[in-house]
Structures are given as structure tokens and as C-alpha cells.
């Protein structure tokens, strides 16, 4: 046990070390990229973009850290955290609604507006899976809820395409600062939320006992959990409508509180929000770092929030190579359905009349005959429904092997993997390296998930955890990539 | 460029009132008389031609960005440039498909619906303003309107002409986001110009393939000799209000100069646009 104790600060040792290095270095301005600055500017520079923005990574990291880890205390699921639960992606959609057509909203506009799709994302999973639901159930419904908004999203940009840019490179995590504001909101915000929440980890230490325990000591453990969440939504939110989705942070801070051996709520309400800071200060860092050093041979910007997965995915995957991430019991989903001939029955008829709207719906082209409607959809509609007969299948199979109920294609990462693979396989030899592409991405990222699993004795817990970090990181990665290739 | 534009559009209303008549594919044996263009530099091209155009994809977009040479009053929305609506496209029954070689949708898509021109625009050479004068002859041709292609080339001889007296090297940016900007460098359109018109541009970073860089403010600031145009929508007054905006060296020689909207990825018609606003400025 001292060993592994010993051996755990080393990590965090040479993290924070590596953070201050990075944080000198580009508080300096030095460099090639710089030269010729005049010193007026430097000067103004470091005042109001390099300072600033120090803080804000610093700040913004410990605000989604102490957020996630209040989820994951309350909820009981080390999984559950904001950004698991769709309140990052329901503020992000809340704040692109309210900003189209305005090119910049008033940064307090964007906090409330955060805020109210923060927790309608949140009401909308706590619904779907039940008041009371705090295992894989939430989990189910925070991924269900994720997709619908992220669909939500490519509608909108559809329609929308015009401020796809300034969007996409908000929502890819920019922290960028000019001037103090930012920073001097969010240390208000928090000088404000954190002595009361901290206050709060008095009763939230109930929450490692069972619901009915709870009540056995007179709690009312709905109201508790309920404003516990609100204000650690509130922290996710606000850092959302300041500098965008930083993904990960979540996630990673308290489960490498966790993994440094930390093991009592109040050690770890201090590790998880200091963690977070560390790894949004190194992320940041990482970021201008590579656009200093890079600068002279590519033209394109890094943004933060694609490097916190990479950085947060690596230390997370390195932790459960050593099998620190400790599993919890995950409960078996809610009993099959009573009536599955129903069910099916239903299935097959949605898809029935899905099938058949899809082939003949000529509602804004009354121009063509449906002669020649059918020759360019059918194609469409039997691609669809082998894609999805496909991933169905694909996800029984991994739950049945796995015995996870939340295995999936998308859980374990694979679909991103996939994705990144197109990508690769696209930049490396056209159209025709697509398909290579794809299936060598999906068995990389299949590969990386089983192996670590099996050091974990597949466990569901530091399973999902693997597929969900590696799947972050490939989509950080494709984000990256569909950020830099602007139009328009 | 007013009066071949006039001259343009009676030719075009005429053309389409023939087309009507014949109603017909292959009523004109090669001149074709329902075009639809999926890119802008194509799309304005072809509009500053005459040509009959039925089409072109984000229409109602193209007034904000491209503004001028205005398209035909009926031209219709096909849905996205990258991706247009392949329904619509069929259902207008076009008889000529024009887009730009390496972007969107593959060609070999669209030639069930009609046939495909795919010019270049951006290729490894990165002479955008060249090919984009090759397109004009090629659209020209293929449209059998050889006098306004010459007259367009024409256009842009004089506009390139036309001196402007200022040493200064210039730096032509477009915001992307408050925070950052698209910077035109070699490869791009713009940079062409520049060249053409005598004028240095004085970005000497790395460009992507479509000839620009994302860049923040302080990149801006390496180049405190030169004169900064700024390509509207213009940024927000959160940053021009701010303190590193007024620190910036352009600012500080008041050295900033704000363009009507240019199309950045445009043909011959944008690089005359082009010409002529940073003339008046």
C-alpha cells in the first residue's frame, strides 16, 4: 500500500512541475513567433491575453473538476458528470440558439441561457431514466440525450451553415483572453459557489450510504441531491458560456483524485478541483506551445479544448493500465421488457412507415415524379437501415461478450475511432483509403479498449472509462481537423 | 462591368424565354440553357457572363458575401455548396452542372443529373487569380459568350491597373470569431491582387491550401509597418473596445482600413471587387 503511495506522487509530481515549466515559458514571449513585437504591444500582450488567460485555465479547471465531482458524489456513479450527463452539450445548443445571428452575445446573457440548457439537458436525463436512477440507467439516458442534442446541433448547422465556423471554433474549447473579464467572472462566481458548496460536503457525505439510509437519519435526499446538482450545473455552465466545451476535465479530475489514492470526500473535494486546474493550465499550455513551435510551418490555431482529452485521455488510460481506477458495482439494467412480441411489433412498424415516408415524401419538390424520386433514394433508405441493422447488431454483441449493458460501438469509442480512421485514411490516399481507414480505426480503438479491460478483469466500470477516453480523444482529433479546413 | 451586366441579363431573359419555347435538354446542340453552379467563383462568374443561370447553390447567402455582380432575380437555392440538395438539382433539369474542381460533392454524383464542368480554382501551384482568368475563357466557351469574357478579362486589366499610391505592405484579414481571423497570404485570391496591382503583401507566415491562416491578434502585431484591411462583417465592439485592439501597432499609426464584404474564395468578378474597394479606401 506505501508503495503504491509513493509511487502515485510521482505522476502528479512531475505534472505540476511540467505546468509551471509550461506556464513560465509562455508567459515569457519569446521566441521566433515574436520577434520584431514592439514592446508596447508585448507589453499590452501579456496584460490582457497571457495573464489572463493563466487564470482562466486555472479557474475554469477547478470549476468543472469540483462540478463533476459533486455529480459523481451525489449520483454515486463515477461516470456521471457533466459532461456524460449532456449539461455541457445542452449548454453549448442553448447558447448557439441564442447567439444565431448575433455574432457575439453578452457574456451574462450567455450564463443564463448556458444555465437554463445545462439543466434542461439534466431534467430531460433524470426523466428518461427515473428520479431515483443513479446507475448505468443515468448513463443510458445522459448518452440518449447527448446524441438528440448533438443531432439537434447538425440540423442547426445545417441550416445555419453561415456561423458554422465561429461556432465550431468555440465549441473546440478557444481560451483565448482579451482583457481581464473572463477571468476576474469566473474567480467571482467561484469565491462565491465554493465556500457553499464546500460547506455543503458536510451532507454530501451522507450520499455514501444508500437513499434510505439517508431518509433513516431525516434528510430529505431528493432536495439535497437537487440542489446539489443545480449548483454544480451552474459551475459547469458558467465555464461553457466563457470559454466554450473543455470536455474531459470532468471526467479525468476526480477520477485521478481518485487514482492518486485519495480517498475521503473532503481530501478529494480539494484534489479533484486542483486537478482539474493542473490539467486545463497543461492543456492550455500544450496548446500555445505547439502553435509557437508549429507556427512558422502550419496555419491553423490549436484550440485548448481538444487538447484535454489527449492529455486527460492519456493520464486516465495510463491509470487504468495500472489498474488504479477502482470499479464500483454497476446493477444489471431494468428487466426485458414483459412484452416483447409488442414491442417488435411496434419496431417493425415504425420502420415500416419510416421506409415508406422516406421513398415516396415529395412535400418541397412537387416538381419530380416518384419514378424519379425512388432511383436516387432507395439507395439512401437501404444504406440508412444497414447502418443502423448493423450498429444494433454490433451493440448486442458487444454487450452480450462485454456483459456490460452499455457497451456500444459509440461507448467504447470504436464509432470515433472509425471516424478518425475516414480521416486519416482520406488525408493519407483519397476516397478510395476511406473504407481501409474506417476498419483499421474501429480495430485499433476495439483493440486498446479489450486489452485495457483485460487488465482490468473486465470490469464495466474502467471498461466504458477506456472506450469513453478514447472516443473523446478521436473526436477531439476529427474536431481539429474540421475546425482548420474553413469556409466561409 | 454595369453595362455588360445589363446587356447580360436581357440576353439572359431572352435565352430563357427560347429555352421555354424549345423546352428542351438539347435544344441548343453545346450552348446550354439552364445552368446551375454549385460554387460562387463559378456562380459569379457566370453571372457577370450573362449566363442563362437557374440555380446556384446558397443563393440567398451569395448577396451577403459575393454581393456583386448580383445573380439573376430568380435564381433558385440548391441547398449547400459542399453538399447540395440532389432532389432540387434534378427537379430544376439542368443541362449544365459547374463547380469547383476539389470541393463538394464528387462530380461523378452530379453527372446523373446533367453534365459536369469541375474548373480549378486552388491547386499546387496556388495561382488562384490565374486559373480563376482561365475559368472566365473556359466559361465563356462554354457558354458561347466570347465578347463578355473578354470584356470581363478586360475588367480586370483595368482594375489591376489602376495604381494606388501607398507603400505601406498590407495585411488582409477577415474575423473568424472575436478572438480570432483568417489572415489571405500566399495562395489565396487576394494575394494575387495584390501582387498584380503592385502592392506587397505583408504576411510572410504559412498559408493552408486555400491560401489563408488562422492567426490571433499578436500575429498581427509582428508586422507593425504594415496597413491592416479589414474584410467586413467587421468585428465586434467588445474588441474593438478593448485595450490589446487599441495596442495593436496598425492601430496605433491608425493604419486600419475596414472593406464592404468580399468574397475570399471568388473568381474574376471578386478579384475586380477586390481591386477597386481597396482603390477607394
Known sequence: MRTVFRSALLPPAALIAAVVALTIWTLTVPGAAQDGLPDSFVRAWRAHALVPRVWVALLAGAALGLSALIFQQVLRNPLAEPGTLGVLSGAQLAITLASLGTVTLDPALREAVGLGGGLLALAAVVLLAGVRASGPVLLVAGLVVNLVIGSVFVVLALLRHEYLRSVFVWASGNLSQNGPDDAIALALRLAVLGPVLLLALRALVLFTLSDESIRGLGANVGRLRLAALVLATLLAAMVTARVGVIGFIGLAAPMIAQGLGIRTLQGRALAAPAVGAALLLAADGTAQALGRLLGEHVALIFPTGILTPVLGGAILLGLLWQRRIADRPVQPLAAPSRRPTLATALAIAVLIAAIALSLTETLHLPALAASELWGGRWPRVLTAASAGLMLALAGVVMQAVTGNPLASPESLGISSGAGLGIIAGLFAGGAAAMLAGAVAGALVAFAVVIVLAARNRFAPGPMLLAGVALGTFAGAMISLMIASGGDG | ?281
Open chain 2, 1 to 281: 462591368m454595369v453595362g455588360a451586366g445589363l446587356l447580360s441579363r436581357r440576353r439572359m431573359v431572352a435565352g430563357a424565354l427560347v429555352a421555354s419555347v424549345l423546352s428542351g435538354r438539347d435544344a441548343f446542340a453545346g450552348v446550354p440553357g439552364r445552368i446551375v453552379a454549385l460554387d460562387w467563383a463559378m456562380a459569379e462568374t457566370l453571372a457577370a457572363l450573362g449566363a442563362p443561370l437557374v440555380a446556384v447553390a446558397e443563393a440567398p447567402l451569395y448577396a451577403q458575401r459575393v454581393v456583386q455582380p448580383a445573380l439573376p432575380a430568380q435564381t433558385q437555392d440548391v441547398g449547400l455548396r459542399s453538399w447540395p440538395n440532389l432532389e432540387a438539382l434534378r427537379a430544376l433539369r439542368p443541362d449544365l452542372i459547374v463547380t469547383m474542381e476539389g470541393y463538394g460533392i464528387p462530380p461523378a454524383r452530379l453527372e446523373r443529373i446533367a453534365p459536369v464542368r469541375a474548373l480549378p480554382l486552388y491547386s499546387a501551384e496556388r495561382k488562384p487569380l490565374a486559373l480563376a482568368r482561365r475559368a472566365v475563357g473556359d466559361l465563356a466557351a462554354l457558354t458561347g459568350r466570347h465578347a463578355e469574357g473578354a470584356q470581363l478579362l478586360a475588367a480586370l486589366d483595368v482594375a489591376l491597373a489602376r495604381g494606388i499610391p501607398d507603400d505601406h505592405p498590407l495585411l488582409i484579414v477577415k474575423f473568424a470569431d472575436d478572438r480570432l481571423l483568417d489572415v489571405y497570404g500566399p495562395g489565396s485570391l487576394f494575394h494575387d491582387v495584390l501582387a498584380a496591382m503592385g502592392l506587397r503583401n505583408a504576411w510572410t507566415g504559412p498559408t493552408n491550401s486555400w491560401g489563408f491562416a488562422t492567426a490571433g491578434l499578436d500575429q498581427l502585431a509582428r508586422y507593425p509597418a504594415a496597413r491592416l484591411v479589414i474584410i467586413e462583417p467587421a468585428p465586434p465592439a467588445r474588441l474593438l473596445n478593448s485595450a490589446l485592439w487599441r495596442a495593436l501597432p496598425q492601430m496605433q499609426a491608425g493604419q486600419v482600413t475596414v472593406l464592404p464584404p468580399v468574397w475570399v474564395f471568388g473568381g474574376v468578378p471578386s478579384a475586380i471587387r477586390f481591386a477597386d474597394l481597396l482603390g477607394a479606401a
